[in-house]
């Protein structure tokens, strides 16, 4: 393989009519690295995941998947990666059985009862397999799910929002999982609106509106933005952060339950009107680090900003 | 103004309200509500008439005299008999009653007009493709009346004396393949057809929908699989139970009905073959056209209607306009029904078989090819 990377695309692009869905993305994810693909909805994640598994052809723009062409290898590229969809979609009317062995069938496992018998036993299922898939909880049919998706010990993982509506007991053991699949040298590109998550990932990629915003590490898209923010602690702070929206050198404003955090670009000038407008009032103020959140909440706005019209 | 526990009308035309706006949303529906009425009215009122005129008859006529000239014109002006041409003998007649060229055969024997003026009283035959009773009942009632009409105009001056007892000559009506006219014989066969068209095209229209809907047919996609197979592998189990239909109905036909099998039973199959063909791909064109099942539901009972009235099933064919004829012709229900009456009542096989083929796979290759047209955009 050329690259060293797990997926390599660039310049990607992909219309529906006139909505430019995917637009000029550029992506890397190494191997073993677990890539978070952040965005809010509509901003082209499914798309740019479909792309990449071989399910869509890009208008434009090339790239390669486990060094595989996304455009010419695309069967390649589906025996050998794992692809999870955003709403369950195993056979709710097959038992969990039935659906693993359906699915080592399509990858012509060679030792297929054993694939499927191993399986069952890591989800400590075995008990259960005859049980319709349907009947299962959230948590446990995204665990089939995945265990479904690496029945065939793909390079690659693409989950898109594989935790949507799942507790966060299960969302910590799936992120486990994540993290011993990593270890073993699986690239994961996972897409998630989940904040906690977003700091569980080796690297993140922001997109909004088709566009790709940001690229790097936690620190590094923090960095990149330059927010300076101030936790603010006190009563009735819901009010107050109406009286700071137009403010000079306020950005933003986000309620973090007890605080409320207010971020800008530049630091000087959003201290003073913060201290000004706080003088005499119960408030308390702290400097504290700038959070991913606070960075994503502010590129979402930023970006809505330019965009001249939202859906 | 409402009050929480009785009945509020504010509530209660709000329901309204929201149910209407659904509504006018959902196209089909609203196609549906507006479209099948017109239909239905258009099709009853204008196409379906249940006393069929104008049928297509032959005449074998062994003697040409001014007396069978007359019993022939005789016969036009009933309305019921359209002369479509002249057969030489009885084994091109018959063909052509096998075929369904003809639904009528008059034969006027050698020396009728002879016998007739001697007053021995001969007979005329008419020979009736019986399959379908309603069809032909009515003109075979006034066929029957044939003597009594040609007797009171034409038998003047030296032979008015016959004109006064019984009729000079007699008509015989023979009903070919279903002598007792029993409607049965005509309807259990055709209802293997309807009964197909309905459960092959709902089904792989629901099938396909199916997995679209709940969303698995990414995961199908996303797996090393062809589209190809999986609609192929999707299909095969419907025509299997295609095939049990046809047995069912079949066993039903003869052992409770008791409609005779004339014909043969392998060459039934294959015939059934091909027409459960033909709706699957009629249910597949569907599914990669609806969006929903309920959608996929809508568009098949859009395709059953013309099917159920148009085909000849529950209504006489000949008995429709030119137009909607047209319409049933293109329809492979059309073409299986006379098919199956031909190879079950008529024991029709080979080439006798073939007007009736045809149609049905031009059928299935023209909706294939919009199959295979609208296919690539459900994989987008």
């Keep these: 393989m050329n690259s060293g990377y797990a997926i390599d695309v660039k310049g990607l692009n992909k219309s529906f009519g006139a909505k430019h869905v995917v637009n000029d993305v550029s992506l890397q994810v190494g191997r073993g690295e677990i890539h978070g693909f952040l965005g809010p909805n509509g901003s082209g994640k499914t798309t740019t995941i479909r792309i990449m598994c071989g399910l869509l052809k890009p208008d434009s723009g090339s790239g390669t998947c486990l060094g595989y062409d996304i455009i010419r290898e695309t069967d390649q590229i589906k025996r050998h990666i794992g692809y999870m969809t955003q709403k369950f979609s195993f056979w709710e009317d097959l038992t969990i059985r039935e659906n693993l062995d359906f699915v080592a069938r399509m990858y012509g496992l060679a030792d297929r009862r054993t694939a499927v018998d191993q399986t069952l036993e890591n989800l400590g299922l075995t008990k259960r397999s005859n049980q319709l898939a349907g009947t299962l909880s959230g948590g446990w049919k995204q665990r089939v799910a995945l265990a479904a998706c690496m029945l065939h010990d793909p390079q690659v993982l693409l989950l898109d929002e594989p935790t949507a509506g799942v507790d966060p007991g299960a969302r910590r053991d799936f992120w486990e999982e994540l993290h011993r699949l990593s270890t073993l040298g699986i690239s994961v590109l996972v897409s998630t609106h989940y904040m906690d998550e977003v700091e569980r990932c080796h690297k993140l990629a922001y997109i909004a509106e088709g566009k790709l915003l940001t690229r790097g590490t936690a620190s590094e898209v923090i960095a990149a933005q330059g927010l300076q923010t101030w936790a603010v602690y006190g009563e009735n702070l819901a009010e107050f952060s109406k009286t700071l929206q137009n403010l000079p050198g306020i950005g933003q404003t986000v309620m973090f339950g007890v605080m409320l955090h207010v971020s800008g670009k530049d630091g000087n000038m959003l201290e003073s009107s913060l201290r000004k407008v706080i003088a005499g009032k119960p408030f308390r103020m702290e400097h504290v680090e700038t959070g991913v959140e606070d960075v994503f909440i502010y590129m979402m706005k930023h970006d809505a900003a330019h965009s001249g019209e939202k859906r | ?380």
């Design chain 2, 1 to 380: 103004m409402s009050r929480l526990n009785g009945f509020s009308l504010l509530r209660w035309w709000n329901m309204v309200i929201k149910e209407y706006s659904q509504l006018k949303r959902d196209r089909l529906t609203f196609a549906m509500i507006v479209g099948i009425p017109i239909a239905q009215l258009f099709l009853f009122g204008y196409a379906i008439n249940t006393d069929p005129k104008h049928m297509p008859t032959a005449i074998i006529s062994a003697d040409q005299s001014e007396i069978t000239r007359t019993i022939i014109s005789t016969l036009k002006h009933s309305e019921y008999f359209n002369i479509v041409g002249v057969l030489p003998n009885e084994k091109t007649a018959d063909k052509a009653l096998a075929r369904g060229n003809v639904l009528f055969v008059i034969n006027i024997p050698a020396g009728f007009t002879r016998q007739l003026i001697r007053g021995e009283r001969p007979a005329i035959l008419i020979e009736a493709d019986a399959t379908d009773p309603m069809a032909t009942g009515l003109a075979i009632a006034s066929a029957s009346q044939l003597a009594r009409q040609v007797s009171l105009k034409d038998l003047t001056g030296s032979l008015a004396s016959l004109a006064d007892a019984a009729p000079p000559f007699k008509v015989h009506v023979h009903r070919l393949y279903n002598p007792e006219g029993l409607t049965q014989y005509n309807i259990i066969p055709g209802l293997m057809g309807v009964i197909l068209t309905m459960t092959m095209v709902l089904m792989t229209g629901l099938a396909i929908t199916r997995e679209r809907e709940r969303g698995t047919m990414e995961n199908l996609l996303a797996m090393p699989v062809k589209p190809i197979e999986v609609m192929t592998g999707k299909i095969v189990p419907y025509i299997a139970i295609g095939f049990i239909q046809i047995t069912i109905i079949l066993l039903a036909a003869r052992f409770i009905f008791s409609v005779p099998f004339v014909g043969s039973l392998s060459m039934m199959y294959l015939a059934a073959l091909l027409f459960v063909n033909a709706n699957l791909v009629v249910g597949i064109t569907l599914s990669s056209l609806a969006k929903s099942q309920m959608q996929a539901m809508q568009m098949s009972m859009f395709y059953f209607l013309p099917n159920l009235l148009l085909s000849g099933f529950m209504f006489p064919f000949m008995g429709m306009p030119t137009w909607a004829q047209y319409i049933g012709n293109v329809l492979p229900l059309t073409h299986f029904n006379r098919l199956i009456r031909g190879i079950i009542l008529k024991g029709n096989t080979g080439w006798d078989l073939w007007p009736s083929i045809w149609p049905i796979i031009l059928f299935t290759v023209v909706v294939m090819a919009v199959a295979v047209k609208f296919y690539r955009r459900t994989l987008d």
